[in-house]
């Protein structure tokens, strides 16, 4: 699979539907960084009216998989992931649509070329910053990647 904003969509309709359903959405991807978006709506909300938790969560992690998936896939070897720890902090309501930046490409992509010219498992923390329609952060995310050559 080729590792676009279409095909990263159409992987979340497939595979992880309820994503999908709640409007996460990737934007772009490049090489350095990613931008994951989704907008709140009735699907997505919490009790006091702005978007719930999780699903901040669910886009801030894709900002984040989604590096380490294209690096793998730059990689040509056959690499296993996995989220083995995460923190958040939420500053703001989330309201409107609200952007999730990861700019960990660079980082991602050279623990991959470590663990596999080492043989060794590694791991990697990446950093989310999301903010509103304004430019305000709204919540900020840390996800502490696992990434190990398969054998």
Not at 42 to 52: A, D, K, L, V
Not at 64 to 80: F, Q
Request: glycine share 4%; with cysteine.
């Amino acid at each position: 699979m080729k590792i676009s904003p279409s095909s990263i969509n159409t992987f979340l309709l497939l595979k992880l539907p309820s994503a999908w359903f709640c409007g996460v959405r990737l934007k772009s991807i490049s090489h350095t960084e990613c931008n994951v978006s989704v907008k709140h709506r009735w699907i997505n909300q919490n009790p006091f009216n702005s978007m719930y938790f999780a699903v901040q969560n669910m886009a801030a992690e894709l900002s984040t998989g989604a590096l380490v998936m294209k690096s793998i896939k730059e990689s040509n070897t056959k690499v296993s992931m996995l989220v083995v720890k995460t923190s958040s902090e939420y500053y703001k309501k989330a309201t409107g649509r609200i952007h999730f930046f990861c700019e960990d490409g660079k980082l991602i992509s050279d623990v991959i070329k470590s663990s596999i010219s080492e043989n060794t498992g590694k791991t990697l923390d990446m950093h989310v910053i999301a903010k509103n329609q304004d430019g305000v952060v709204v919540s900020k995310f840390v996800f502490t990647w696992s990434v190990k050559p398969k054998t």
